[in-house]
Nanobody
């Protein structure tokens, strides 16, 4: 069992930066691949980034490559999403997710076993 709590969201101007954190409870964290997804109002939940259990492999959605960086600290049971050069279209609720039981591509929501409650990111123009 893994419980996830996101933090770090807020309001920022275009071009600014935010760092999201996802704190996990449970011993399964260090063996879980982790992902970040976003969901804008009226839209589906979209892939942002993912990281392997060791942190050695990372994946990014096309719209965030070069601007966002995912990382993790297994000693702190925390995964991060550093977001730079933010754009108004990045505005959404951001969700952290863990894959510890299932297999499959980290790009898809159905692959993940556990989800956080989400944190709002708003980018003003």
């Amino acid at each position: 069992q893994v419980q996830l709590v996101e933090s770090g969201g807020g309001l920022v101007q275009a071009g600014g930066s935010l760092r999201l954190s996802c704190a996990a409870s449970g011993r399964a964290f260090s063996s879980a691949a982790m992902g970040w997804f976003l969901q804008a109002p009226g839209k589906e939940r979209d892939f942002v980034a993912a990281i392997s259990s060791s942190g050695g492999i990372t994946y990014y959605g096309d719209s965030v490559k070069g601007r966002f960086t995912i990382s993790r600290d297994n000693a702190k049971n925390t995964v991060y999403l550093q977001m730079n050069s933010l754009k108004p279209e990045d505005t959404a609720v951001y969700y952290c997710a863990a894959r510890s039981l299932r297999s499959g591509s980290l790009y898809y929501t159905g692959t993940y076993d556990y989800w956080g409650q989400g944190t709002q990111v708003t980018v003003s123009s």
